[in-house]
């Protein structure tokens, strides 16, 4: 796309908003049912494409991981819509009464949307929806790296939404990169840290506000008293749901010295369970591209030539060495078997950086305070992630640890919650938005002061007399 397409839908959407400034409540609907009609008749179109652009990734998964989360955020939106719009009434001090005083919740105008590619179709759709229900125009630019599902974004968006509601804009970086520096009312990114630390600063140009939807390395911390067998399955499905590309995928493991075999073992039967082949599974995705496997590869060898342990999990038939070999095998569609990483350090890459594929480095400690300070001097993860049944130690670990978000004894699963909102902190980004969180991350909340003739107020005018010493 050329800058000046870029502009002209920008400016199309801009106006539209400046002379329709009131939406009602009936045009959010339907602008939502057309959304919802859209999935309905042409998600499975998407969800091939998403299987096209990464090689294996069965729609079943697209359905549980893209689809059942944007149904949901449709059905809550429109069931409570009509209660998020209503004008907030807030109680009015002594000293300004006879006042009355309001919030009323508007839309913002524009809501720039960049989207990643490893949940392609939910990343995009998901804060559109938001920003929809909350009255305002969407423009949206999905990743590069799934060009079919973005075509057909963009097609489908075309099809059922006019170009000043809601559009599609594909490109590159560079096409990003002016998206980025359009003068949006808001700019929602979902990505890398690293990207979005540009995004915030060309935003910064127009005094843009943004969420950024960042990454990071959420922990798992296990305790001694945690059954093992329930840790490890849901660890498992954490970290292998999309092979890992998940951005609030268990990163690493701490575990309390000593029980590396129990936990080896029971991860080992976890991924069995959950994938009895990994090869030609459509259950188990690819890795995105050769280019993000070599990555995971070259992080797997350099630990490997650190001292580091490597123990590949293969399907539970395979014979000795097969599921190593396995991990440097070319298959056709980049499908890398899990592995867990033994004496993991700080100086290896995969400790340094978001793993972002199905590699799990297993860290172990022998006092939790010791965990706990590690983790507070380390950037603020996305997720983190606690297994264990004393209910003291855990609480004592959530008010001493800082994470965008947490799921005891379970992992992913908080951000499926309706009434929870969902984001980062420090470089895990800022700004949370799903439910109403996200209505009103999307809303301008307006104070309106509502005063009489007479008014308590008058007490404070000039000339300041020996009065406003009884006041
Ligand atoms: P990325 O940062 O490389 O790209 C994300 C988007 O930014 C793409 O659409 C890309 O075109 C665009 N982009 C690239 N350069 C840009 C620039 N200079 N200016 C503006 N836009 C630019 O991320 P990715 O590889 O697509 O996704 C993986 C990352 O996303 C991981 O770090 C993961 O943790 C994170 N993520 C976060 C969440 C969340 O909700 N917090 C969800 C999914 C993924």
């Known amino acids: 796309m050329i800058p000046a397409d870029l502009h002209r839908l920008f400016e199309a959407q801009h106006q539209a908003s400046r002379i329709h400034v009131e939406v009602p409540l009936l045009v959010r609907r339907e602008r939502l049912l057309r959304m919802r009609k859209m999935l309905?008749?042409?998600?499975?179109v998407l969800a091939?494409?998403?299987q096209a652009d990464f090689g294996m990734r069965s729609p079943r998964l697209t359905e549980v991981a893209d689809f059942f989360v944007l149904r949901n955020l449709l059905n809550q939106c429109l069931r409570k819509l009509a209660?998020?719009?209503?004008p907030q009434r807030v109680r009015t001090p002594l000293y300004l009464l006879p006042a009355r005083a309001r919030i009323e919740r508007q839309p913002l105008g524009v809501v720039g949307v960049i989207s990643p590619w490893n949940y392609p179709v939910q990343l995009a759709l998901a804060p559109a929806i938001t920003a929809l229900a909350a009255g305002n125009?969407?423009?949206l630019k999905p990743s590069e790296l799934t060009p079919h599902t973005s075509a057909q974004l963009a097609a489908l968006v075309a099809q059922f939404f006019a170009p000043?509601?809601?559009?599609v804009v594909q490109g590159d970086v560079n096409v990003a990169t002016q998206f980025s520096g359009l003068p949006f009312d808001h700019l929602v990114f979902t990505g890398s840290t690293a990207v979005g630390r540009r995004v915030a600063q060309?935003?910064?140009?127009?005094?843009?506000p943004t969420t950024l939807e960042l990454g990071g390395k959420s922990p798992c911390l296990i305790a001694q008293d945690c059954d093992m067998a329930d840790a490890a399955l849901k660890i498992a499905h954490g970290k292998l749901l999309n092979a890992g590309q998940t951005c609030i995928a268990p990163d690493y493991v701490l575990l309390p010295r000593g029980r590396e075999?129990?936990?080896a073992q029971a991860y080992r039967a976890a991924v069995a369970r959950l994938y009895p082949t990994i090869v030609g599974n459509p259950d188990y995705a690819s890795i995105l591209t050769k280019r993000h496997l070599a990555r995971l590869r070259q992080m797997l060898r350099q630990a490997q030539s650190l001292g580091a342990h490597v123990e590949v999990m293969g399907p539970a038939s395979s014979?000795?060495?097969e599921a190593a070999a396995s991990l440097w095998s070319d298959a056709a569609e980049r499908q890398m078997p899990p592995a867990l990483v033994f004496g993991a350090t700080s100086e290896m890459q995969l400790m340094q950086e978001e793993i972002f594929g199905p590699i799990l480095p297993v860290i172990t400690y022998e006092r939790l305070d010791d965990v706990v300070a590690a983790l507070n001097a380390g950037p603020r993860p996305l997720a983190l992630y606690w297994f264990g049944s004393d209910e003291n130690v855990r609480d004592g670990i959530l008010r001493r640890t800082v994470s965008g978000g947490v799921s005891v004894n379970d992992t992913l699963m908080h951000i499926a919650h309706d009434n929870l909102p969902f984001g980062g902190v420090g470089d895990s980004g800022w700004g949370a938005y799903h439910g109403e969180q996200g209505f009103l991350r999307f809303s301008h909340q307006k104070s309106v002061l509502l005063q009489s003739r007479w008014s308590m107020g008058a007490l404070f005018y000039p000339p300041y007399g020996p009065r406003l010493d009884r006041v």
Not at 83 to 86: E, H, L, Y
Not at 202 to 208: I, S
């Open 164 to 167: 000043d509601e809601f559009c």
């Open 202 to 208: 060309a935003a910064a140009a127009h005094l843009t």
């Open 48 to 50: 091939a494409a998403v």
């Open 261 to 263: 075999q129990a936990f």
């Open 319 to 321: 014979q000795p060495g």
């Open 137 to 139: 125009r969407v423009m």
């Open 83 to 86: 209660r998020w719009m209503k």
């Open 40 to 44: 309905d008749e042409h998600g499975t």
